[in-house]
């Protein structure tokens, strides 16, 4: 398994492999929309290969201050098998390497099962309220 950041040849499998894990996503979230307008900003977004396959990525984010985790995907058929760890701690390393002192990340309640996995390489549970508001 290779991780390195995401390279436009990569960009029709890691749309294929959004739309298989996260089929119920809003439409403000549709990678075709999403992905071009992260990498007008910057590249960090990590991509995971093996045999010539995408089989998993996770999407950056750092403000100079804080680092926040997205969009961590892997497909079905790969899960279980360290490919989301090794994505982790690339992104652990890659953000570091920045300058960030502390990573975030937040999770919806329908997908709350996966609490467990990111307490396994060292999220805690923070006491917040998350509020957004859509200005498109």
């Known amino acids: ?14 749309i ?12 403000h979230n549709a990678p075709h929309l999403v992905l071009p ?11 995971s290969w093996e045999e010539g396959k995408l089989i998993g990525a996770c999407m950056l984010g750092y403000d100079g201050h804080r680092g926040w985790l997205y969009e961590v995907a892997v497909h079905p058929d790969h ?11 690339s992104a652990f390393e890659t953000l570091a ?3 960030c002192g502390k990573l975030n990340l937040q999770i919806r309640t329908a997908n709350a ?22 200005l498109a």
């Open 1 to 14: 398994m290779t991780i390195r950041r995401v390279q436009p040849i990569d960009l029709e499998q890691l």
């Open 16 to 27: 294929e492999l959004w739309e298989i894990v996260f089929p119920n996503d809003p439409p």
């Open 37 to 47: 307008a992260k990498l007008e900003v910057d590249d960090l977004i990590l991509v």
């Open 79 to 89: 899960r279980r098998k360290g490919v989301g760890t090794a994505l982790i701690k």
């Open 97 to 99: 390497s920045l300058g």
């Open 113 to 134: 099962g996966v609490v467990a996995f990111y307490e396994s390489v060292g999220f805690e549970v923070e006491e917040r309220i998350s509020m957004g508001k859509h």
